[in-house]
């Protein structure tokens, strides 16, 4: 046969949406960004610190397990700068390095990497790091106490620890309208609800996040809180201060949709969401802690493989010996 | 290429582009003076070869490569076997090629069959013997041997992958040697049932009396036999069946047409008529002879093929990438894609990330994300018992909306290969033992 040129062998399909693990953690470092920025504001130089220090230690921390595991180098995916950012997130302005550092490594090692990496974690690796830290290090993330040499020209109180310890007595401090404007304290990146319906939003209509998760979340958590408020306005707060406060809308958004600790099919994504959601009212209201988020994503992500069992039929497949 | 579009909570849709070539008649490609045929059987030294390199053949001659062969080609023009070599195609899979230089020898002592003195009397059994290579490669074998459980029939006047006009050409323009190629088909086979697939933009559809008309209408992959099956002809294919096991039978357009010129003109035809897409997207239609290289088609219309482009056989989403600009034009052969180097989406050798993209777009409602992990695996048995490899319909819409990038589509063809293999190997063993 003549002349030989090298043509490229590949197999079907030859196509490709262009879509990416990098584009897709892009993006949402993009959605984060007006609550992280809001967060900068208002929280200064403290809270950039948490930031930088918090994204380029969780990808030093993914480079340097890829090194020791003579695994390609993953730092390039975004995932990990992403990890980064949400964990600092999560945490108060006034944080010291040190438990950022233990934060993102508990993150990054524990919660991704000794499981294989991206894809193989059975928990939220920031929501992991962060019920390590809030049990060993109670006091770091009460943003009352850590926030307490601020001066802020509102009132300054966390609304959940608030709601914890007078009961909805504490709610004329709060309405939902300036709570959504991002009047009220707590970690650098969940004041600002506004900001990340912004970026939530965004990411449902690019399609990078699972929609029935997020939606179904805000479902579970809105009925609730309904149902509580309406059972005893006294103690219980209404669904719109639940909503707007603490890690609501960061978890409905950015946490309960992480891909590998969540369902894949439609109905289980529903009952993952909705789960998760009554979950979170529930711990707030009668358990001791006063944000509920981080146990109830942890218990979501235990039942996750137990709820994604229930799947469509496979084309050709009856039901049996139909 | 089709993107990822802006709104991306929506899942992809591949449309079908409908754009008629009406009336463009395909450009036809001379004669070439040499060509390539290909058999889909190893080459084996063990067997009594029937032919060798230096042997004279004639025009229409039909040439197996051993005693006792099922696989045959039939020479489109006379001249010599000048050589006989391997073919690497998919997954190991082997077959053989056959160069043929043309030459004026005439070849004494003749005692090989010709094509021509057997088309006399239409019959399936002639049919299968010699017109299996036709254009558009019609199933005669199939026919012929599971003729009296085929109830139906259906005739594809649409191309099921895309960037293919081939089979809608013959249905727009060459409607009435369409419809009586359909009737020789029915002569043949007695099939009860004669359905035809027809895009929603052919307007003028009388004509097809007594026939189901099947209109496809929306995107990818609806034009694919088992959607077909599916959605218009409400049978359901067990896992690991065939459409042919449920008594159903496709053949395309072209070989309808080819099939009853051949009876016709007591002659076979030769004429393929391709898509064929350049990299900038432009499409042609052109008609060449089966033998043709690709690089012949593509001196004719002046495309020019670079270092690492991919050239791409049979559909964006099903084809295959051939290696080698000597392919010829095949008796299956819809359509050739170009495309550029950098228009190449590579790969990834990421674990699948549980995005939840494939299990979205999945016609069949796969749990691709855990099948991959047990093909990654190996675990064929496991893939198939309890996640429904068997099931997948070769659509390939896993593969294109990956986020990691896995080669999915490759790990499941793979599987059921392997499945095959594995099935095929049991039965020796049991004949055997
Ligand atoms: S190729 Fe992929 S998307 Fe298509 S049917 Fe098979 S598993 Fe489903
Ligand atoms: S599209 Fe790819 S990465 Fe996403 S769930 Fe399916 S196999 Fe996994």
Known sequence: ???????????APFWHDGGSISKMNLNMILALMPAAIFGIVRFGVPAL??????????????????????????????????????????????????VVVIGTFLAVVIGKQIYGGIGGNPFNPVVLSMAILMVSWPVFFDADAALVNYRFDFKALAPLPALKHQGAGALYHFNAGDLIMGDQIGSIGSIFP???????????????????????????????????????????????????????????FFLVTENSSSPVNFVPMLIYGALGGFLVILIRNVGVYPDGTIFAILLINLLNPLIDTIRPKALGRRVNNA | MIKRSFLGVKKPVLKYDFVESEGKEPEQLPRPSSVVLLLDEPLDSTRINLVKTGDQVRENEKIYLYKNSREYVISPIQGEITSIESYPGEFGDIGTYLVVEKSDHERSGDTKTDVVESLAGPSLDTAEKYLKTLPGAPPFDVLAEKGSDIHTIVITGFDPDLMATTRRYFLSNLKEELKEGIRVLKDLTHVPKVAVTVPETVEDRPGFEGMQLMIISGAYPEALPLMIMKNHLNITVPPGKSCVDMGVCFISAEAVIAMARAFRDKTPSFEKVVTVTGKDGSRKTIKAMIGTRIS???????????ENDRVIINGPMQGFATFTLSHPVQPSMDSIIVQDVDDIQHISDYPCINCGNCIKICPANIPVNLLVRRLEANMFEDAAEKFDLQSCIECGLCSYVCTARIPLFQYIRLGKHELLQMKAEAETEERNG
């Not at chain 1, 380029?56 to 695994?71: C, H, I, Q």
């Open chain 1, 49 to 98: 610190g948490v930031v930088a220090l918090g994204i380029s230690s969780a990808m030093l921390f993914e480079f340097l397990f890829n090194l020791v595991s003579r695994k390609p180098v993953t730092t390039g995916d975004f995932d990990a700068a992403l990890i980064g950012l949400l964990f600092a997130m999560m945490v108060p302005a006034p944080t010291p390095w040190w």
């Open chain 1, 194 to 252: 506004l900001g990340l319906l912004i970026g939530g939003i965004y990411l449902i209509v690019r399609g990078y996040i699972k929609w029935e998760v997020t939606v179904s979340f805000i479902a579970g958590l809105v009925a609730t809180a309904f149902f509580f408020n309406l059972a005893n306005p006294d103690s219980f707060a209404g669904p719109m201060i639940h909503l707007f406060s603490g890690y609501t809308l960061l978890a409905a």
């Open chain 2, 296 to 306: 012949e088609v593509f001196k004719a219309l002046n495309i020019n093929i670079n």
């Open chain 1, 1 to 11: 046969m003549a002349k030989r040129l090298k043509l490229i062998v590949s197999h």
